[in-house]
């Protein structure tokens, strides 16, 4: 089961303006403001000594060994137990003579979706609204708002049609990955489709339920995704370099990113990922940060058992296979084994994220049994296999310390 970033990208403009409109916060108004910068305070995320932990060095030779295997610019890497490190380490370069450092930002991507699974939950605990609340009285201009409810956007269970999946999206990405898109643009390239299937009746992966969950929380909380994102998930966490960015700008140090993906490699560092997700979360990181975070999505730290057990699965479980009209590799038959929870990935007892966005690519998995936690960020190098790398170096680290539990993402 893949939950990952489109691959595809061909080159023409989309013309969005005969797309149904959607009423959705626009973001902020002016498009430099966001988090304030790392405060110099904040504890360095460094490569630890690898003589620290007798496995520490055969996890970097593993590394090393995929990193020549899938010819990768870089690996960054942190593998905890029990919320103790065995090892942080960067390998390989950010760019041509610049040695890759943990300390370096990356795109995050997914990452947020479980972050906005423990907001929903959490509001749903403080008594503020029901998991199976419509979403019509604050979002009422989307199609079939009386029937999708916020647990469908949460487990993307709703029925809207990927917009990634939308050939002229697909066409006008390609032609200027420069642009910036607005949730808008994005839901009604979702909402110009026919739904897959009836709402609630089945699974597919789509990015318009994210962009409309983002929304739909701003709205019942009036607060700004990206400060609620701060107040209820940052800060408890300690997660201090964990930031939003309203434009495609990263925060120092940059781990620099390139890509294939039109026809020639190129550097996509600061290709815009206004389309990922809604706006307050389209979020860098560091390797420390992204291992700290899968810890606590991991472990439910920041909700109660019985909402960290919805999380996990929140009913989604056995739903039926592709429906008609909706695309195999997305809308794939979920098992208790391995499905979508409110945010995030259940597969063989891992619980995971998989961002992948135009050259970046990483993964952050928790193993509750082990308690083992093994975060990863990979850039590509002009021979690079398609797909996410990242996965293949957590999962060689995985057949290493943890052979009983196999770390598989399909």
């Known amino acids: ?18 797309l149904t409109a959607v009423a959705l916060p626009a973001g902020p108004p002016a498009a430099a403001e966001g988090l304030a910068e790392i405060p110099p305070s904040s504890p360095a995320c460094v490569r630890s000594d690898p003589a620290a932990d007798p496995r520490a060095r055969e ?19 942190r593998v905890s137990v029990d919320g103790n490190e065995i090892v942080t380490g960067a390998l390989g370069e950010s760019m041509t003579g610049v040695a890759a450092e943990p300390a370096m930002h990356f795109r995050a991507g997914s990452m947020a979706f479980p972050f906005f699974g423990i907001v929903l939950l959490q509001l749903a605990e403080e008594g503020r609204i ?74 597919s992966y789509s990015h318009a339920n994210f962009v409309l969950l983002g929304a739909a929380l701003e709205k019942i909380t009036g607060t700004r995704l990206d400060h609620l994102l701060e107040q209820r998930i940052f800060e408890p966490l300690g997660l201090r370099r964990t930031v939003n960015r309203f434009t495609p700008d990263l925060p120092a140090p940059v781990l620099h990113a390139f890509t294939t993906g ?44 019985e909402s960290f057990r919805t999380q996990l699965n929140p009913g989604t479980v056995g739903l039926p ?3 008609d009209g909706c695309p195999e590799d997305v809308c794939l038959l979920q098992t208790e084994a391995r499905h979508f929870g409110l945010g995030v990935i259940v597969s063989d007892g891992w619980i995971l994220s998989n961002p992948s966005f135009s050259g970046y690519a990483a993964i952050e998995a928790y193993q509750p049994d082990t308690r083992l936690a093994v975060a990863v960020s990979t850039t590509t190098g002009c021979a690079s296999p398609d797909g996410n790398t990242a996965q293949e170096v ?17």
Not at 59 to 73: H, T
Not at 276 to 304: K, M, N, Y
Not at 397 to 406: G, S
């Open 262 to 305: 039109r026809g020639r490699y190129e550097e996509s560092t600061f290709w815009n990922p206004s389309w990922t997700t809604a706006p307050g979360a389209v979020l860098a990181t560091d390797i420390c940060d992204f291992g700290r975070s899968i810890e606590a999505v991991g472990t439910g730290a920041l909700l109660s058992p």
């Open 130 to 203: 029901g998991l199976d609340d419509p979403i019509a009285p604050w979002l009422p201009d989307v199609p079939h708002a009386d029937e999708i409810t916020l647990r469908m956007l949460g487990d993307t269970t709703s029925g809207l049609a990927d917009y990634v999946t939308d050939q002229g999206f697909l066409d006008a990405l390609t032609a200027d990955p420069f642009r910036q898109w607005t949730p808008e643009e994005l839901v009604g390239i979702s909402t110009s489709h026919p739904f897959w299937y009836r709402p609630g009746t089945n699974w």
């Open 394 to 410: 957590a999962a060689r680290i995985v057949e290493r310390l943890a052979p009983d539990h196999p770390l598989q993402v399909l």
């Open 1 to 18: 089961m893949t939950f990952s970033r489109t691959k595809a990208l061909a080159a023409a403009v989309l013309t969005v303006a005969t």
């Open 59 to 77: 996890v970097l030779d593993i590394a090393r060994q995929v990193q020549r295997e899938l010819d990768l610019n870089a690996v960054l890497l």
């Open 321 to 323: 296979g592709p429906a």
